[in-house]
């Protein structure tokens, strides 16, 4: 069965970091593109970042640019999130996705995570 886990989301204050973790079973991930998304409350889920399945192309949100870096680690089946300098506006449910095309768009990936709570406050 295909599956992805998210795991590394918590409450951290701003200007605080967390790294969010996108581990993989089922298939292994070094096929797929891997994308990152969030969902705050009342909001659309909006991309956040993604990897080609080489690790050699990425792309980021204009919102997190700077702030946040996605990486993947192939032999560990894993991808991952780092997020540096957090503000209150990053807090959301933080979904991985498995995809074919590096795109920021969600309808383009085909298999989804549950999520991980990220909440920024003091």
């Known amino acids: 069965q295909l599956q992805l886990v998210e795991s590394g989301g918590g409450l951290v204050q701003p200007g605080g970091s967390l790294r969010l973790s996108c581990a993989a079973s089922?298939?292994?991930?070094?096929?797929?593109?891997i994308g990152w998304f969030r969902q705050a409350p009342g909001k659309e889920r909006e991309g956040v970042s993604w990897i080609r399945s080489s690790g050699g192309s990425t792309g980021y949100a204009d919102s997190v640019k700077g702030r946040f870096t996605i990486a993947r680690d192939n032999a560990k089946n894993t991808v991952y999130l780092q997020m540096n300098s957090l503000k209150p506006e990053d807090t959301a449910i933080y979904y991985c996705?498995?995809?074919?095309?590096?795109?920021?768009?969600?309808?383009?990936?085909?298999?989804w995570g549950q999520g991980t709570q990220v909440t920024v406050s003091s």
């Open positions: 996705a498995a995809g074919t095309i590096g795109s920021l768009l969600k309808n383009l990936y085909r298999y």
């Open positions: 089922g298939f292994t991930l070094d096929s797929y593109v």
